[in-house]
């Protein structure tokens, strides 16, 4: 089976942060979470923030966004009609039946759109759309823990993301590969911390 991360990787993009501008053009009164968004993605992208501190501004965030936004399936039905062109060729190339995505971001945004890629294994972050709470984060080393309960013994043939966070799964698979917009550069098996 081959294991990919989503935003950066297959998506041409951070599908969260597209999301959210697609629902700002709809919900202008969601406005005022930009900054907050903004600096606190650069913070998890960089490492700077907590898992705990992560979780607790994604609810706060979240549980705000959904009092204002409503219909959430119906918004995310359309965001998809919009962006699925941003799916990356290399991965409509390549996909199998047995593709597994993992991801940080949010069940309720990619379950549409595996849904239209023939995508059948899905583990990402969940959150509640009634209430903002956080079910699951899946990120850094989360994502072999949930993969692994998830399937467990499975062999990784290869496994595909944008950011060398993804390590701990990188070390789980016969080969890793790193994409950076089109090109696909596999990762030297040293630059891994065993």
Request: a neutral charge.
């Amino acid at each position: 089976m081959n294991v990919y991360d989503f935003d950066n990787t297959i998506y041409d993009g951070e599908s969260v942060i597209d999301f959210y501008l697609y629902c700002l053009h709809r919900h202008p009164g969601i406005l005022k979470y930009i900054p907050h968004i903004l600096v606190s993605w650069v913070k998890y992208k960089t490492l700077l923030l907590s898992r705990e501190k992560l979780m607790s501004l994604a609810e706060e965030y979240a549980a705000e966004f959904f009092v204002k936004v409503k219909n959430v399936e119906s918004l995310v039905s359309g965001f998809w009609d919009v962006h699925e062109q941003k799916i990356k060729k290399f991965y409509l190339e390549n996909r199998r039946d047995d593709d597994v995505v993992i991801s940080a971001s949010v069940s309720f945004l990619l379950r549409d759109i595996c849904g239209r890629l023939g995508i059948k294994n899905l583990i990402c972050s969940d959150i509640d759309t009634a209430t903002g709470k956080v079910g699951a984060l899946c990120f850094r080393q989360s994502k072999p823990d949930f993969f692994m309960e998830r399937f467990p013994g499975a062999k990784i043939d290869s496994f595909y993301s944008d950011s060398m966070n993804d390590a701990p799964m990188m070390l789980l698979a016969e080969r890793s590969y790193l994409v950076k917009g089109d090109k696909i550069i596999p990762v030297d098996g040293s630059r891994l911390k065993k």
